[in-house]
């Protein structure tokens, strides 16, 4: 009794592991980001002075007169979603003409071929990890790809102004669910913006998922990606969209105490710390899965309990017959 | 003896199918396996029933409690504590040997003691303490993202999930040990007969 006085609460408080959960890498990356001051900062200024804005305003020098316009939805930009992104040291022009710097911009300019992420990261030893160039190659054979001459192209998901890494940094598995899942979203929810790549109707996206138990509880939990791509072990994201009619519907991929057949999500290791030898890494990483937490032990447990008590009634009602 | 009154026989009886429903989604999820041919069943439409049921038997646990309340059924579950570990050994020794030999009833059933000690045990362990807590440790699960449970953080869910799994497997368990020594009467079917009709038949027929 006393022993279990006092291996109880310790069992329990095992369960209750939240703080630890924290990686240590988020700190980090929130502490750069509040105290980063970028060297460009008054350069940049010249450009967010008017693309930060949902109206401009400038003096045109030749005609000599003040103009006040809207600015192009897609040209606005956030100052502080920039100087939180992975691009906040870069200044506008190391991406852009310096001509930029003229106003009004030079009409040629508005043909300025853009770069794309591979022009940077193909090759580039600092970003090897990503493998960028498989990458390509698996958002080649995605459904988006088809879309390329309608203009669609990493940027569409990964906007260079904007974007930063979540996932390997995020404190709270959720908080990265809520942005990865708002990249998709973008288009997904907006159809204003679908419009543009695509003639398909307007899909009602919690129609469209209504086979799916508890519903909003996995769109907060669970990317869109987890179902909508194939994974692909070499890559730390599958970029490889499934069409709708592929997409993971089977919940036996992630409820089950089966780790390998998981989804990217869940096999991600951020430490290995506080590993309960559960099944799988899942409640390290702070999400609940049910079915996904099963613990080997109790299921024999219970299936060894169970067959002792059917055994026990066998005996008892073979007695009972003997004894009539 | 007129044992059974009708609501009794009504919240069984919906008690039982609920159950009967809930620990067959429940172990169809559990036991969900990709690899598996045999553990292949519908999960989805398991999650759904699974909800669904458990939504009704909270409701009918709610009448439950408060039948016995109201209606005094609840003196047949109070147990003395002086004859507590002599009564339920006697009951045991009786199930174990005793009725192997023929011997009497311990504790037959009378108008003022419908359940022996055996019974009354297992009935209120599994009515008040076992499925309050699965109830409970069910709605947590339902309404995860409800702030007060938020609160609490994952461990909570992953605490809550392990002891549902424990406590269903306990009424799986309270069910086939139940049912079996319900066969344990004047007859194999007296019991059942006696749950449906609301009479029970007597030792002596
Ligand atoms: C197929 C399923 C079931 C069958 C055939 C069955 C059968 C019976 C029978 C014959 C009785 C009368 C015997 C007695 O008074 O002790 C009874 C009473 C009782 N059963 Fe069940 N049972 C089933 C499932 C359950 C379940 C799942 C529960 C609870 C989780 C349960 C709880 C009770 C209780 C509390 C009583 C006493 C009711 C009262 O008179 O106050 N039974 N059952």
Redesign the interface.
Known sequence: MRYLSFSLPLL?LN????AS?AFEKNEAFLQDTILFVSPYKEDNELCFKCHAEKKYEYMNETSGKQVKAAMHPGDILSRDKFYASNHKGFSCTDCHSSQFQSFPHPEELKKEPHFNCLDCHGGDAASAVFKFEEIDREFRKSVHFRLEEQGFNCWECHDPHSYRLSFRNSKDMKETVLYDNSICLGCHADYDRFKQFSDRGKIKLSKAHK????Q??HF?SVRCIECHTKVNENILVPHYVMPEEAAV?????C??G?AD?MTSLLTIKPTDKGNRKFDNTV?IN???I??A???KY??NI?LI??AG??TI?GV?IL??VI?K | MYLYPLWIRLWHFVNAILIMILIITGAA???????HPLL?AG??GS??LH?VAAIILTISYIAFVAGNIVTGNSKYYRISKKNLFSGTGKQLKY?LYG??R?EKQPFPVTMDNKFNPLEKVSYNLIMYIIMPLLILSGII?LF??LKVIIV????????T??LH??LG?LV??FL??HV?CCTIGPKPGSLFRGLISGYQESEEQ
Request: some cysteine.
């Open positions: 329990i369960f209750f592991p939240s959960y086979w799916l138990p508890h909003s509880i907060e519907r089977d919940c036996r991929k409820h089950t089966n057949t409640i702070g999400l609940n049910i079915g937490n099963r613990n109790l299921d219970i309990f169970f008590i059917m009634i008892h007695f009972r004894r | 999820m559990q036991f969900a396996d990709a690899d292949t999960f989805a999650a759904r909800d199930f009725m192997f023929k699960m995860q993202d609490f953080g994952t461990g909570l869910f992953i605490f999930d392990i799994i424990i497997f799986s368990v086939i040990i079996y």
